[in-house]
């Protein structure tokens, strides 16, 4: 338990930050499976490749991911679907 004001602040924020990342990985990581999913089974996906796109792009602009993670999951992306 933090003993200062601005450590129990702190502590709060983490709280409320590690909630949120861990939501929105969560949200990437789903969009990514459902995208892949509907690749595999040759069906149309239900979201486009350029909404999965911008999807990876807010998380890594976020700091969810690592901008060069984000730009080689799309490039595996782009490239799946062009196949």
Same mark, same amino acid.
Do not use: C, F, V
């Given at each position: 338990?933090?003993?200062?004001?601005?450590?129990?602040?702190?502590?709060?924020?983490?709280?409320?930050?590690?909630?949120?990342?861990?939501? $929105?990985?969560?949200?990437?990581?789903?969009?990514?499976?459902?995208?892949?999913?509907?690749?595999?089974? $040759?069906?149309?996906?239900?979201?486009?490749?350029?909404?999965? #796109?911008?999807?990876?792009?807010?998380?890594?602009?976020?700091?969810?991911?690592? %901008?060069?993670?984000?730009?080689?999951?799309?490039?595996?992306?782009?490239? #799946? %679907?062009?196949?």
């Amino acid at each position: 338990m933090a003993n200062h004001k601005s450590a129990q602040k702190k502590a709060k924020q983490d709280i409320a930050r590690r909630a949120s990342n861990r939501s $929105g990985r969560s949200t990437l990581r789903s969009a990514l499976k459902k995208y892949r999913a509907s690749l595999a089974d $040759g069906s149309q996906p239900s979201q486009s490749l350029q909404d999965i #796109q911008s999807l990876i792009d807010r998380s890594a602009k976020r700091g969810l991911i690592h %901008t060069n993670a984000a730009n080689r999951l799309k490039s595996r992306l782009t490239k #799946q %679907t062009s196949a």
